[in-house]
């Protein structure tokens, strides 16, 4: 027994010797590690995209919307960087990094409206070789649908069809943003979804986007989920409580729709 006692304490000096020195080797690096057993609960979620991505902090609120409802955690992080398509990411090499570095669950793609005959080639051809990298990494990709600026809201068709498109040909996830929008305008035509820019979302449009985003990353209806958040950021969301469950109403349609 005591020497069994003895090896014992042997290997345990020299585990506390090995993370020492990593911690001091590396101490971020290797604090940043997560616990094995904390991944089951955890939806890690991978963001590229622009500022339409970056607007009202999006991944935050669906983080508090996860919260709220008890999800898996919600763990995320955004490369997004203005007016980007997905060609300047690739280009660029800081979301293929974090892709090939491992660890998603879901990798969230977005570039501008791309109704045109260009963008949507562009965005098929771009979402098809990060869709490979991907699928290596045992992630899944998905496809954030934009809108149109106010200025050309005869677009919104072109640019559903182009994210339909990118979705199916990689088997993606279809997040139908713009389609919500549509929805959401059905039940109040009056709806400010726009910032005062025309072309980035007020808040309401990104709660809305938060909204369809949710259902489906989570398989959760989002009808019933708070009008009222405080993010990760510090940020708080207040939507008032009528026009939140229309919004509601809207990502669910949305999604039943047109989310795959």
Request: aromatic share 10%; hydrophobic share 45%.
């Amino acid at each position: 027994m005591k020497k069994l006692m003895t090896r014992f304490a042997v290997r345990q000096t020299a585990a506390v010797f090995v993370t020492v020195t990593l911690l001091l080797a590396n101490p971020f690096h290797y604090a940043s590690i997560p616990k094995a057993e904390s991944l089951a609960d955890e939806l890690r979620v991978l963001f590229i995209g622009n500022s339409l991505t970056y607007a009202n902090d999006l991944p935050a609120i669906v983080e508090a919307l996860a919260s709220a409802a008890k999800q898996k955690r919600f763990v995320h992080k955004s490369i997004a960087f203005p007016n980007f398509a997905l060609e300047d990411h690739w280009n660029k090499g800081d979301a293929l990094k974090a892709i090939r570095k491992g660890g998603w669950d879901i990798v969230v793609m977005q570039q501008g409206p791309s109704a045109s005959r260009e963008g949507r080639s562009l965005l098929l051809k771009d979402t098809r070789r990060f869709a490979e990298e991907i699928r290596l990494k045992g992630a899944r990709p998905a496809l954030y649908m934009v809108w149109p600026s106010a200025a050309r809201l005869l677009d919104f068709n072109g640019v559903s069809e182009s994210y339909r498109q990118a979705a199916k040909e990689v088997d993606g996830l279809l997040l139908p943003v713009g389609e919500a929008w549509l929805s959401a305008w059905r039940l109040d035509p009056e709806l400010k979804l726009y910032s005062s820019d025309g072309f980035h979302p007020s808040e309401a449009g990104s709660y809305l986007a938060a909204l369809v985003i949710y259902e489906q990353l989570y398989g959760q209806s989002p009808v019933g989920l708070p009008a009222r958040l405080k993010l990760s950021t510090g940020k708080k969301i207040e939507i008032p409580e009528e026009r939140a469950r229309l919004l509601q109403e809207a990502a669910r349609d949305a999604n039943e729709k047109f989310g795959k």
